[in-house]
């Protein structure tokens, strides 16, 4: 806009120089010409000047005034653009996750102090003064870097996100998620790379502590099928005596046994129990034959007009603390659980296995029920089943510890024995020497002999 207020400028003034020459040219003409014609003309040629003069003006008043808005309105642009620029830093600086660009080198172009301390640095200043190459002092496995670089020099604006295990400044190393994107120079080349690091090193942690919980579970479900496997096998014994018997039962179970068949096939296609009920009231909106069975109910229809939650949970405290729990977990998330209930007229306890969902804009709960009472009551006999096995193996243990205890008792018993054996048989042995020594003391000419009884010295 300078410009053009200069151009109207100059405008005006070459405007005004011609005024004043027209007006030197009219006064040498009146002294010159005699003619009023010309005269006429050259006053009507000022007239035109003036009016020139005029609009000029006015052109020059209107881009002042153009020129003034537009200073407003720079400065103002100034200003946001300021404000923001000081937005941007509190926003990077302040930021509790590392942020930074670097070039293609390795270079920090800058970085902010969340960064610097995760590295291990006092502050951003020392970081991208003592770090020159990325790719050695920082990265633990520089080749990540290099493809990272490949893939943004395809696609500079589509972010790669990535894990990274990476140095600080003690040797030390931490895990961190990048989140990388491109930017270009002038020549539409990569030139730059503007990094967010979050440091996920208490994460990896707790994902490795999962990963030694899940091992330790692992061994214990060994021994566990270590002893159900004994436990088959104890079944499978008593199996085999009981068929030997089977042939004597045959013929009273061959009828039981075509009713049994007939149940089971009836059971393998009938659907589970569908049901959906209203969360605010209890009331069962909708359910299938299946559901209706399960609850000792004849139907369906029967099972929605007598049949409220509440009868089947039993208190409202239960079916609140459900309702509490779906509202802590994500929308539409389906809950899996094994609940207790009883049927609503003969009072039966149930256990049943619930996959269901809550939808809270439309007010109803939603799922499948199946009836896992048998099986969930032999979990619990199996359960008994191995503490009394367990409480055997100890008492046995027992015994055996104490067996072993009295056989120790008698093998030191005995060997004391032997130790008074061996030495009593050393002094036999001593006395049998010394004897022998005193036998050959003795002189030839000593003889004693005994005849008819009395004993002679010769």
């Not at 496995?141 to 290099?146: Q, T, Y």
Request: glycine share 2%; charged share 30%.
């Amino acid at each position: 806009m300078l410009w053009i207020s200069l151009f109207v400028v100059i405008s005006i003034v070459l405007f005004i120089f011609l005024i004043i020459l027209n007006v030197g040219n009219i006064q040498k003409t009146n002294h010159k010409i005699d003619d009023l014609e010309q005269l006429e003309k050259k006053k009507l040629e000022m007239k035109e000047l003036e009016d020139h003069l005029k609009k000029l003006a006015e052109i020059n008043i209107s881009y002042s005034k153009e020129l003034d808005t537009f200073t407003e309105f720079h400065e103002t642009v100034l200003k946001k653009s300021s404000d923001l620029e000081l937005q941007f830093k509190t926003l990077f600086n302040n930021s509790p996750i590392g942020i930074c660009r670097v070039s293609i080198s390795g270079k920090y172009i800058y970085a902010n102090s969340a960064l610097a301390r995760m590295l291990g640095y006092f502050d951003a200043t020392e970081l991208t003064s003592l770090v020159q190459n990325t790719s050695e002092q920082i990265f633990m496995f520089p080749d990540e870097r290099k493809r990272v670089i490949k893939k943004l020099s395809i696609k500079p604006y589509e972010p790669v996100l990535i894990e990274h295990e990476l140095k600080k400044k003690n040797g030390t190393s931490i895990f961190t998620r990048c989140k990388y994107m491109g930017v270009l120079n002038e020549r539409e080349q990569l030139s730059y790379m503007d990094v967010i690091i979050e440091d996920i090193s208490d994460l990896k942690k707790k994902e490795q502590e999962l990963y030694d919980q899940n091992d330790m579970i692992m061994e214990l479900l060994k021994e566990q099928q270590e002893m159900n496997d004994h436990l088959d096998k104890q079944v499978k014994e008593r199996t085999k005596e009981l068929e030997k018997k089977r042939y004597e039962l045959e013929k009273m179970n061959h009828e039981l046994l075509k009713m049994k068949n007939l149940f089971e096939n009836m059971y393998k296609k009938a659907p589970i129990g569908l049901f959906r009920s209203s969360i605010s009231t209890g009331k069962f909106l909708s359910c299938n034959d299946a559901t209706a069975h399960i609850f000792d109910v004849r139907n369906a229809d029967e099972f929605l007009k007598i049949v409220n939650a509440l009868d089947i949970w039993g208190n409202k405290k239960r079916r609140d603390e459900l309702i509490e729990h779906f509202k802590n977990l994500p929308s539409m998330t389906t809950y899996n659980h094994i609940d207790y209930c009883q049927t609503p007229i003969s009072k039966k306890e149930r256990y049943v296995s619930v996959s269901e969902l809550a939808n809270f804009d439309d007010d109803y709960f939603e799922g499948a029920f199946i009836d896992v009472t048998e099986e969930y009551l032999a979990k619990k006999k199996l359960e008994e089943m191995n503490k009394n096995l367990a409480k055997i193996v100890n008492e046995r243990t027992h015994n055996l510890i104490e067996q072993y205890a009295y056989t120790q008792q008698l093998i030191s018993e005995l060997e004391e024995s032997n130790n008074l054996l061996k030495i009593k048989t050393n002094n036999l042995e001593l006395n049998q020497l010394k004897l022998k020594s005193i036998i050959k003391t003795i002189p030839d000419s000593i003889i004693v002999c005994k005849i008819n009884g009395k004993i002679t010295e010769s």
